[in-house]
Every structure is written in C-alpha cells, then in structure tokens.
C-alpha cells in the first residue's frame, strides 16, 4: 500500500481544514517546500498537493507551488484543486506533477471527463469521488449533490478509471479514524484502486485501511498534529 503525504495550500501556505470548512484553517507552514522537502527526507516518495484556492474558485491559483516543490524534490506528485480544462492539466503535468486528480468535472460534466481519460490513459487521471452521508461533494466540498458515492465510482470504474480518491468529508481532520468499512463496501462492489484518505489519526489506522486492501493512504493533519511522524511513516514505505 501507498503511503501518501497531503500538503494542501491557501496564499501559497501549507494549512489543514476540518471537514473541509475554510473558516477552520490552520496554518502549518509557510514554506510548503519545507514540509515537502521533510517529506521526501522520511524516505516517503508520494505527495497528494491540493490548491484549495482553486478548489473554490474554480481555477487553478498556487501553481507556483507545484513547480517549486516538482524542481527541488524527487516526489511523486498528485495535484488536485481548480482543473477544469484539459488546457489545466497539461499545466499541472507541465509543472511537474506526475498524476491530476479531478472529481468536479467528473460529477458535472462527465463527456469532458472521459475525454481527459481517453487522452490521457488511466495512470495519469485520478478520480476525486469525496462525499458526505454517501453522496458526492466536489468544489472544495462546498458543493453538494445526490449522487450516491458506490455507483458513482463504479460507473467510472466501467468506463476505464484505474485510481480513485475517497475522502469521508464528516472524518477529514477530525482525527478520530477513518471510514474503514466505507472502503471495504466500495472495495467489495468495484474492483478499482482506492486510495483512502480523512481521518487518519494513528499507525492502527493505517493498518486497517491496509486490511480494507485499499490501494493507498493519503495522511495529512495526523502529522501537522504530531500524531505520527513523518519517520514513522518513512517505515511503512
């Protein structure tokens, strides 16, 4: 399994939010190239970067982050926040990223988004499927719909998608363990590579998420709060 660090940015900061609330943000650091810089010296290879400016604002706003973080580090980067063109994506792969993660245009204009997959072949697009009481939530969660989160990655899964990020929205940065059987339902309906990610608050954690057999972990606030250390993580690569 994957061991996945998060570095998720606001103004070009290093912050963590809970639930997904702009109002909760927690700056950790003001030089993201520092934590990822600390990352990659655990023996860690794989980042998860989201731009939650461009998240909310629809646009892609701390690419500049990317580019510093893909030139001084050797990590494998997935990006997230504000893609909403192909022209968006070849910006990202430009600055060094190594996969895009897009779950907006998946929710709302599916065509366009098995357009960027055909294009682009399954080991480079990641599905963003994040929901709340099982249905899916994109633009910076800010966004609710109805669709329920097991039919929406399964209909992806039938039309190519290899990987998939699911984000329980009510666990992420609470700290008080991850959606478990969640993944394991998702896990038992579609055959697909599910990388899980909210709530992480301890090395059990992630030996259960293992158990579910997801694919990958993604681990953020549990980190920044001193729940595990990057060394710790470092061990399990």
């Known amino acids: 399994m994957r061991i996945i660090a998060a570095i998720d940015i606001i ?10 609330d702009f109002i909760t943000k927690k700056v950790y ?56 063109t192909y022209e968006d994506l070849m910006t990202v792969f430009n600055a060094g990223a190594r996969q895009a993660t897009a779950g907006s245009i998946a929710l709302t204009n599916p065509n366009l988004f098995i357009e960027w997959l055909t294009k682009l072949g399954q080991e480079k697009l990641i599905l963003g499927a994040d929901c709340i009481d099982r ?36 666990k992420d940065g609470m700290l008080q363990g991850p959606s478990t059987a969640l993944y394991k339902e998702i896990l038992d309906s579609v055959k697909i590579n599910l990388i899980a990610s909210g709530g992480i608050s301890s090395i059990r954690d992630i030996e259960d998420i293992r158990e579910a057999g997801c694919e990958g972990v993604i681990i953020g606030k549990a980190v920044y709060e001193g729940r595990i250390t990057l ?3 470092g061990k399990l690569c």
Not at 11 to 16: N, S
Not at 33 to 49: C, F, M, P, R, T
Not at 137 to 157: M, V
């Open 11 to 20: 103004e070009g900061k290093c912050v963590r939010l809970t639930r997904g």
């Open 29 to 84: 650091n003001e030089d993201p190239l520092e934590v990822a810089l600390q990352i990659e010296d655990s023996g860690i290879k794989y980042l998860h970067l989201v731009d939650l400016d461009g998240a909310k604002n629809k646009k892609i706003e701390n690419i500049k982050v990317l580019e510093k973080i893909a030139w001084k580090t050797r990590l494998k980067i997935d990006f997230g926040g504000g893609l909403r």
């Open 135 to 170: 249905k899916v939530s994109t633009g910076a969660w800010l966004e609710k719909s109805d669709k329920e989160i097991i039919s929406f990655i399964s209909e992806y899964r039938s039309k190519g998608v290899k990987y998939t990020i699911c984000t329980d929205i009510k």
């Open 231 to 233: 060394n710790e993580l």
